[in-house]
């Protein structure tokens, strides 16, 4: 196993993503305080119907595309070329589901049409950010996450004119277009000057693309409704203001997941390459993914237990006080979310993605019924407290009901073994410092 590349590449992706999430994290506060609850939480609202739609205009290919071009390095261009045609139409289809949902269910609501609609330009833009799953599987992320940093300064510096200018909310909803535009485009342009291919349009393999991704499709809708129901039933429910609590919370616990993100995207190349190698070094290198992420994950936990009401106190002010206990619950939740992403890992190595539906499915239906119930007896904090409920069951207890994907619950607490984690890490240190 290349424990060097792994860990070069994802070198340049934390090194870039510190650098954005600090910025993240005084814009984000900034346009918080400046938007107000109620404007924030139209803002995470119209972020919620967007995510809703998402997996619909990616096709499935955010999780299966880096499998693409492991199996077929030689068609680099073609794969590129008909994802991106694949998803701008996709996307056509997604902006009319936005706005027929926006129409009916907000159609009196002038201004929460006009941000929604702004919001979901979007999913155009994504399309093009598609490309960069090739950055991930050459493991060449310095590429990727230098754009990726200097997009997010150029929107940034847009963020705070609309603050000094005194922008509506409008304005604002624009900004994640922006976002995915210049990072897609910019992607595509390195692409063409590194990869050497020319991007094709090929139906055969647009079929063999659809084919492999669809499972991920269904599965990732589900997993959509696990992650944003809270906000619209928040929305629906209670109010914007208490979606505002609920999103500045989520902003809070999600201020490091670029670790968890680039640990998982570095390691994810080879251990695809490892399960068509060597099953032993497959095996041992999910193991260690799952205790990395797991042991990170439970550190940031506890540091956001115990400082909670500070951090929202500097970041947001005494105006978002309600928001320090749904932190702390969402801390927790976190866990097992990234569990589930390196399963995720594992499911599409061993080719099981035909599972993910009903993993996802039972996980969303468990999470409906949870903030059916809590959101109107503790608002945000019962919102919370469904997600950690639902994670933790969708990740790790259906694990052990499900036979074909219980392996991937083995090699978990094969991870979590500190003799396994000790040894591993000993040698990884080791190799490194060779290197």
């Not at 926006?102 to 833009?125: A, P, R």
């Not at 129901?229 to 989520?250: P, Q, R, W």
């Not at 969303?364 to 919102?383: C, D, K, Q, R, S």
Request: hydrophobic share 55%.
């Amino acid at each position: 196993m290349n424990f060097k590349l792994i860990f070069n590449n994802a070198k340049w992706i934390i090194i870039c993503k510190v650098l954005q999430s600090l910025l993240q994290l005084i814009i984000g506060m900034l346009c918080a305080r400046y938007l107000g609850p109620s404007n924030y939480g139209l803002i995470n609202y119209a972020a919620s119907i967007f995510a809703f739609v998402l997996p619909i205009t990616k096709l499935g290919f955010d999780s299966s595309l880096v499998n693409e071009y492991v199996r077929h390095p030689e068609k680099e261009g073609e794969i590129m070329g008909t994802g991106i045609v694949m998803n701008l139409v996709s996307a056509l289809f997604s902006f009319g589901l936005v706005s027929a949902f926006v129409l009916s269910v907000n159609g009196d609501e002038k201004e929460t049409v006009i941000v929604c609609m702004l919001y979901s330009i979007s999913l155009f833009c994504c399309a093009f950010e598609m490309a960069q799953f090739w950055f991930q599987y050459k493991l060449l992320a310095k590429y990727s996450s230098i754009v990726m940093l200097v997009v997010y300064v150029v929107v940034a510096v847009y963020r705070i004119f609309l603050l000094v200018t005194n922008k509506s909310v409008y304005w604002f909803a624009l900004t994640n277009a922006i976002d995915y535009g210049l990072i897609g485009i910019s992607l595509i342009i390195i692409f063409k000057k590194l990869g050497n291919a020319k991007l094709t349009f090929s139906f055969d393999t647009a079929k063999g693309l659809f084919s492999r991704g669809k499972h991920y499709i269904l599965a990732s809708l589900m997993l959509v409704v696990i992650q944003n129901t809270d906000h619209v039933m928040l929305t629906s429910l209670i109010g914007k203001a208490e979606n505002g609590f609920y999103a500045a919370a989520i902003t809070c616990a999600s201020v490091t997941q670029f670790v968890f993100t680039a640990i998982i995207d570095s390691f994810r190349p080879q251990i695809l390459q490892n399960k068509k190698e060597n099953e032993a070094a497959f095996k041992k290198s999910v193991s260690l993914l799952y205790g990395t992420v797991s042991y990170l994950a439970i550190a940031q936990s506890i540091a956001f237990v115990v400082f909670a009401k500070w951090i929202v106190m500097i970041l947001y002010g005494n105006e978002y006080m309600a928001t320090v206990p749904v932190l702390r619950v969402l801390s927790l939740y976190f866990v097992f979310s990234f569990m589930g992403s390196v399963r995720n890992v594992w499911i599409l190595a061993e080719q099981k993605q035909k599972y993910l539906w009903i993993i996802n499915l039972s996980g969303a239906v468990l999470n409906i019924v949870l903030n059916f119930f809590m959101i109107p007896e503790w608002g945000a904090t019962g919102a919370a407290v469904a997600s950690f409920i639902t994670q933790m069951f969708a990740n790790f207890i259906l694990g052990f009901i499900l036979k074909p994907i219980r392996e991937s619950n083995i090699l978990f607490l094969k991870g979590l073994n500190p003799k396994f984690m000790f040894k591993e890490s000993k040698s990884l240190l080791s190799m490194l410092k060779k290197n």
